[in-house]
């Protein structure tokens, strides 16, 4: 099989939140707090996309130098959103017009998502690789993240605009819900407790 017969699936990690709520002042950065495992949030989130997507690409806020830096340090291609203020919405638009034309699925990520089961990302693969449009795992009866769009959708993508991001697509669009044993696809980092994994 020649490289172009293989099914080409790119990550995209959403890193462009300001994340007041873990810190008002604006000082620690939830991304580059430690868990448990010695790795910073970022690192552990990123580390498991870029593993099953090792074609993937991170967007971080203009403002970040510290998220810029730490993901420079680990090696991993970011770009820069100009106006991550905006909302999420925004800073997805800037990072999903990175990905290449011949590009078959984009999976959507949140990096401040560290405690994701890497078998969630091979089953969101598996099945846009079978055909499945839209991917979304569940848990418990609860959908989470991340989210696989089949490149078809890009246009749709595209044209989001506030900080629902992707969500609002999925209550319109047909969407192929997979049932997963991973509650780490509900759980994100908000506050300074949820570091630590139960």
Do not use: W
């Not at 990690?13 to 580059?32: N, T, Y």
């Not at 099945?127 to 009866?141: K, M, N, R, T």
């Amino acid at each position: 099989m020649s490289e172009r017969d293989a099914f080409l699936c790119y990550g995209v990690l959403l890193a462009a939140g300001q994340g007041r709520r873990f810190d008002p002042s604006g000082v620690q950065h939830k991304l580059l707090q430690t868990l448990p495992t010695g790795q910073s949030v970022l690192a552990a989130s990123a580390s498991k996309l870029f593993q099953e997507f090792p074609k993937s690409l991170v967007v971080v806020a203009s403002e970040a130098a510290s998220i810029q830096q730490n993901l420079s340090e680990l090696g991993l291609p970011f770009c820069v959103c100009e106006d991550a203020q905006e909302g999420m919405a925004t800073s997805l638009v800037t990072v999903l017009c990175q990905v290449p034309p011949d590009a078959d699925a984009v999976v959507i990520a949140l990096a401040d998502m560290p405690f994701l089961d890497l078998d969630t990302l091979r089953e969101i693969r598996k099945h846009l690789e079978a055909g499945a449009d839209i991917v979304v795992p569940s848990y418990q009866g609860q959908r989470g993240n991340p989210v696989g769009f089949a490149i078809k959708y890009l246009p749709q993508l595209l044209s989001l605009q506030g900080d629902r991001g992707a969500r609002q697509l999925l209550q319109t669009l047909p969407v192929t819900e997979i049932a997963v044993f991973d509650p780490g696809i509900l759980r994100d980092i908000d506050v300074p407790a949820d570091l630590i994994d139960p």
